[in-house]
């Protein structure tokens, strides 16, 4: 934030949003107490005037921001480097939507001793655009295919297809052992309560449905590079149904068994063998446009299926 309070008028997106919900995007980590605090004691207006945390902004209100101590968020700055990064894996762009590669060991928010995330960096890249949230997550040491939303309307479209299950996302992972056939993996999945420090999804028939179809990409002799495509989205999906068929992945230190860590360490590998490979999708503003992104993999998974293969 700037040393004084700032005017911004609302957009066709931000019609219909409540002041407060606006505040809380706008105003990015910043309390809920603080923001409700501002509204109540007036220094939030809108057009000129104070008004309630309910009242739904059209567009074209002019709404004054005061100045909040410490910035408008929690957010460290990123450094410049990564925001570069970000931008030259951009798959796919237009005037609703983005689609990124992400790398890994970035995770998607701030958070974890980390005081900035994917979002963050590509925000702080772009202080030019209005709005910019993720549709979805993919987990901090998962690289690929991310889908952000440039919209509100957008993302809330965007939403709708991912409960819908309308959106086909496809994974590269590769697993311990020979996974010769291809194989659905049906089962709930649940997680350890929260509080407890482990955040660990197992297998459990208390938990909520998960189907993954697996198919083997190449065989190796002790691996397999496997595709994985989702037809729900829970968290950790992929590295439990794989390692619930006995055939974890690679580089894996929640779910791996004694056998597949040690021959992670003995193959070299670094870091989660996880990418998120592929998206499709009906774009949600555009009646006749399909989207399809494929994301490489980044040239560390590369080299240990060259070596896998001379191996």
């Known amino acids: 934030m700037t040393d004084g309070p700032q005017i911004q008028e609302a957009g066709e997106d931000d019609a219909g949003q409540r002041i407060d919900n606006y505040l809380r995007r706008v105003l990015k980590g910043?309390?809920?107490?603080l923001i409700y605090r501002l509204l109540r004691t007036g220094q939030v207006r809108v057009n000129k005037r104070r008004t309630k945390p309910h009242y739904r902004l059209q567009a074209g209100d002019s709404v004054r921001i005061p100045p909040v101590s410490g910035g408008g968020s929690r957010a460290g700055r990123a450094p410049q480097r990564l925001q570069e990064r970000l931008e030259s894996r951009i798959l796919h762009e237009d005037e609703?939507?983005?689609?990124?590669?992400?790398?890994?060991?970035?995770?998607?928010?701030?958070?974890?001793?980390?005081?900035f995330g994917l979002i963050d960096a590509l925000r702080q890249a772009r202080p030019g655009e209005h709005f910019l949230e993720l549709a979805h997550r993919l987990d901090r040491e998962t690289s690929g295919c991310l889908l952000i939303a440039k919209r509100r309307s957008t993302l809330r479209?965007?939403?709708?297809?991912l409960r819908e299950n309308r959106v086909e996302k496809h994974y590269q992972a590769l697993v311990f052992g020979r996974w010769e056939q291809p194989e659905v993996v049906d089962q709930p999945l649940a997680r350890t309560a929260r509080g407890t420090g482990e955040n660990k999804v197992f297998v459990s028939a208390e938990g909520k449905p998960s189907l993954t179809r697996f198919r083997p990409l190449t065989v190796y002799r002790d691996w397999t590079l496997v595709e994985a495509v989702l037809e729900t989205g829970r968290t950790h999906q992929v590295r439990v149904h794989a390692a619930s068929s006995g055939h974890p992945l690679a580089a894996d230190n929640r779910y791996a068994?004694?056998?597949?860590?040690?021959a992670s360490n003995a193959l070299g590998v670094k870091r989660l063998f996880l990418h998120a490979c592929q998206l499709a999708f009906q774009h949600p503003d555009r009646e006749h446009q399909r989207i399809q992104v494929d994301a490489p993999l980044d040239e560390d998974l590369q080299a240990i299926l060259g070596k896998l293969e001379r191996s």
């Open 96 to 115: 609703r939507l983005l689609v990124i590669n992400k790398p890994a060991g970035v995770p998607v928010h701030g958070g974890s001793g980390l005081h």
């Open 30 to 33: 910043v309390p809920k107490s």
């Open 157 to 161: 479209r965007l939403h709708a297809l």
């Open 257 to 262: 068994t004694p056998a597949s860590e040690a």
